[in-house]
């Protein structure tokens, strides 16, 4: 038996029991959303308030302070989702996918539209919310009692010192990132000037050197010819040599047979 129906019987006027059983089965991201605002309303508070000051930095531009502040909504987010879920489960609800996105989708509606945080403070979702559409958020079928949406309060105090300390957290944060980044772009810069100093130095040394090749191609170009010139005449020399050789041979046998004729004669 639900509990919509257990507690239909225990109230004794039938009128209201028979408007407790008309109330819409919340779906399970709206069950877990209604969970969180029982058990872990200051979270949600938390949440709202975030969503207040993103707004804030929205509408003055701030984007330093945004920025920091958007990375602070994604844990936020992310932490009280994985709260609710762990409820869930607790209660014996299991929570697919899909749900765990429309847990997720909600919260941000209600950080995103007032009107939307109204409709999760009275923790009687019947559906998730979507912030991701123009305008404000569709409320429409999304709470089971709207009437108590015209009487609803915070869940918890608003904390301002918190906030105000979470503000100055937020900005720190944001100017220690700009610090950081003003730091890594002046090394940066550093080391690209000091390639840039390396690449002219190397420019030089290569157009030196490829004019010193070309003078040595030129030099080497010559040389080949004169070596070529040079295995000519010596080519040359040599048959010169070889004919001087074979006329000295002549000549000396004409001068043995001179001898011999004179060697008889006398």
């Known amino acids: 038996m639900s509990a919509r129906n ?11 029991a028979a408007q407790v059983r008309a109330l819409t089965k919340p779906s399970v991201a709206a069950y877990v959303v209604n969970l969180l605002v029982r058990e872990s309303p200051e979270e949600i508070e938390d949440l709202i308030e975030l969503g207040d000051r993103l707004r804030e930095a929205q509408s003055s531009q701030d984007g330093t302070t945004l920025r920091a502040l958007d990375r602070e909504r ?3 987010t992310r932490t009280i989702a994985k709260n ?5 489960a607790e209660a014996g609800t299991k929570v ?3 749900a765990e996105a429309q847990v997720d989708d909600t919260l941000r509606a209600a950080m995103a539209d007032p009107e939307a945080a109204d409709a999760v403070r009275t923790g009687r979702l019947t559906r998730a919310l979507d912030a991701s559409g123009f305008g404000g958020v569709d409320l429409d079928d999304a709470v089971a009692v709207p009437e108590t949406l015209a009487t609803v309060t915070p869940l918890a105090p608003r904390r301002k010192a918190k ?20 730091r890594t772009e ?10 840039r100093r390396d690449r002219d130095a190397a420019l030089e040394r290569y157009q030196e050197l490829d004019d010193e090749a070309q003078q040595l191609r030129a030099a080497l170009k010559k040389a080949e010819q004169r070596l070529a010139a040079a295995e000519h005449d010596l080519e040359s020399a040599r048959e ?12 000396q046998q004409a001068l043995d047979a001179a001898q011999r004729e004179l060697d008889r004669l006398t």
């Open 74 to 76: 994604r844990e936020l």
């Open 84 to 88: 609710g879920i762990q409820l869930a």
């Open 240 to 251: 010169d040599v070889d004919e001087a050789e074979e006329d000295e041979d002549a000549a």
């Open 96 to 98: 697919s996918a899909a």
């Open 6 to 16: 257990t507690k239909a019987k225990q109230v004794s006027d039938s009128d209201v």
């Open 163 to 182: 906030a105000a300390s979470q503000k100055d957290k937020a900005i720190a944060a944001a100017r220690e990132e700009v610090a950081s980044a003003e």
């Open 186 to 195: 002046k090394q940066a810069r550093k080391v690209a000037d000091r390639a």
